[in-house]
């Protein structure tokens, strides 16, 4: 299974941005579907990004579309998600999700520890 770890988590003021990252192991990370999840306290944990394995593909919640970008570097065996205009409802743990199949739907099996975002208004 794909160890994942995110950093790049911490506290903005609303309106900022931050740029979260998730390093995965493996020698295949190329052939991965990446995501990012977030789970604010008290409500279910929810999709904000997926990207194919090429990076060719980007989907989005409509949340955080126009606002969060997702990518990737495959010589890094890295995932990124730039956020930017952030809202205190942007305030959350943020996930970092494989998919090792990588074909659709995606169906993340493997998880990371999380980050906290938190946006103060």
Known sequence: QVQL???????VQA???LRLSCAA????FSSYAMGWFRQAPGK????V?????SGGSTYYAGSVKGRFTISRDNAKNTVYLQ?????????AVYYCAADQV????YNFGS?????????SS
């Open 83 to 91: 956020m930017n205009s952030l809202k205190p409802e942007d305030t």
């Open 5 to 11: 770890v995110e950093s790049g988590g911490g506290l």
């Open 15 to 17: 309106g900022g941005s």
């Open 25 to 28: 192991s493996g020698r295949t």
């Open 111 to 119: 998880w990371g520890q999380g980050t906290q975002v938190t946006v």
């Open 102 to 105: 990588a074909t659709m739907p």
């Open 44 to 47: 279910e944990r929810e999709f």
């Open 49 to 53: 990004a997926a990207i194919s394995w």
